[in-house]
């Protein structure tokens, strides 16, 4: 929350009455609805079953996984190809798809049983094109 004649802290350089006009804000919304549409209470961090993706930077994959392994969230900010051990995961009866953050859209893309280890490209890449990979795991 940056206003013009404050000290810049974070980085802004618009202030926050013009920012919330800005395509990023609006798509807080659809992320919200995301993560009210699951428990995501139950996520925690899951990086080491990533085992092929970037790991610094601003592409950095970020992987988290329910508290009872129910489902598993993968972001991708630049819609950069990752590769996950699936069988950490203890099943691979699993419904795969992938949610756009921009739009608020998300698509199925696989159900039923995956391999041990599987490579994820998203459906885009490149700056501004951010996906979320969601596995709903069934035991």
């Known amino acids: 929350?940056?206003?013009?004649?404050?000290?810049?802290?974070?980085?802004?350089?618009?202030?926050?009455?013009?920012?919330?006009?800005?395509?990023?804000?609006?798509?807080?919304?659809?992320?919200?609805?995301?993560?009210?549409?699951?428990?995501?209470?139950?996520?925690?961090?899951?990086?080491?079953?990533?085992?092929?993706?970037?790991?610094t930077g601003p592409a950095k994959i970020r992987a988290a996984i329910a508290e009872d392994r129910s489902f598993m969230v993968v972001y991708s900010p630049m819609g950069e190809p990752f590769t996950i051990n699936i069988d950490s995961l203890r099943s691979n009866n699993i419904s795969e798809g992938w949610f756009d953050p921009r739009y608020g859209t998300s698509f199925t893309i696989h159900q039923g049983d995956v391999l041990s280890v599987k490579t994820y490209t998203p459906p885009a890449s490149g700056y501004g094109n951010d996906w979320i990979l969601i596995l709903d795991i069934r035991k």
């Open 1 to 55: 929350m940056w206003r013009e004649g404050e000290k810049n802290v974070i980085g802004a350089n618009i202030p926050w009455y013009e920012a919330i006009d800005h395509p990023g804000s609006y798509e807080m919304m659809h992320l919200r609805r995301f993560f009210e549409s699951r428990e995501w209470q139950k996520l925690r961090p899951a990086q080491d079953l990533i085992i092929d993706g970037h790991e």
